[in-house]
């Protein structure tokens, strides 16, 4: 037996191990040489691969040396010691790595992975509202481009934005880009929302109970808009034991017809720790997969039509291509990354 079909052989069985119920068998096999392949390359460029929790299964429980959610992940990529990083995630999460690590070489898998929320918003459109509100504090979700950061005082992720929003004492906030996020904050921390011209004055009178003191964008997240208080409706209907997890860039209905609502993270450590057996996950497809195989003995119920096509880029296949050609580098030309460093710096003193 050669080294290659010793190391693919014991990588398949590891995998098979954690995914035979998420992964057919054939599919296994071929991932697990791939999975082998990248783990050659990863130390040949002495590279460390970082994983958002909604890469596909095989992915997610092979190559990563890390996995986590948005806070994570920065983290990570802001202490790691290696010169390259791999970013399986979509974009923004990669130029977060390169601001926080400019002498890091910064690959992602694919050029197509962006986010609707990123692409919501432009820094021309940060400096109109700074010029409108003038003096008013202005809060940007980690889901925006550099450009935009550099624009913002300090970044949020989905597991920190309300002690980023209550760290600036302001009554009141600019709150961007992502419209269903922001009312959830301002509900957690009393503030209330001024929608700008972007936003229909239709959507302003749905939210009576939202007062006047945060200041949102329009921007919404493609596959978590989709979720619906109807949906849970059905599931409640059919499974009345199941407890409903949400992510935050859910609408504020949804969310208040949820019984818990968090980061990924948050939502992968609720399924663990409850001693309940049947859940309702309303975010991406993937994460879910992830989880039964690390706990097989939960019952996840999914919508997964609703499916993030940024996130489903990344592939094992392009990992491996990003190590052995690397690609596609990542830059952010200095003046941009700079200023939006401090914006992030700000959000990761905050713990
Ligand atoms: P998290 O920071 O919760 O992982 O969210 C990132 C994201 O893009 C969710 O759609
Ligand atoms: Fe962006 Fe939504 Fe995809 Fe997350 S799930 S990357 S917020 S489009």
Known sequence: MTDKTHGVATLYEQ???KLSKVVPDVELKIKAEIAYEINLLKKKRNAVILGHNYMEPALFHSVPDFTGDSLDLSRKAATTDKDVIVFCGVR????????LSPHKTVLIPSAKAGCSL????????????????PGVPVVTYINTYAEVK??????????????????LNADTVIFLPDEFLAANVAKQTNKHIIYPAKTP????????????????WSGRCEVHELFTPKDIEMVRRQFPD???LAHPECSPEVVAASDFAGSTNAMINYVKQSGADRFLLLTECSMGDNII????????????SHRCPHMQEITLEDTRAALHEMKYQVEVPDDIRV?????????????
């Open 339 to 351: 200023r939006a460093k401090k914006a992030v710096d700000r959000m990761l003193e905050i713990g």
């Open 118 to 133: 990123a692409e919501s918003i432009t820094a021309e459109d940060v400096h109109n509202l700074r010029k409108q509100f």
């Open 150 to 167: 550099a624009e913002c005082d300090i970044c949020c992720t989905s597991s920190n934005a309300q002690k980023v929003v209550e760290s």
């Open 201 to 216: 004055k239709a959507l302003q009178s749905q939210k009576p109970g939202i007062d006047y003191h945060m200041i949102g």
């Open 242 to 244: 199941v407890l409903v």
């Open 293 to 304: 195989a690390e706990s097989p003995g939960k019952e996840l119920v999914r919508l997964c």
């Open 15 to 17: 995998m098979k191990a």
């Open 92 to 99: 923004f999460m990669a130029e977060t790595a390169k601001i």
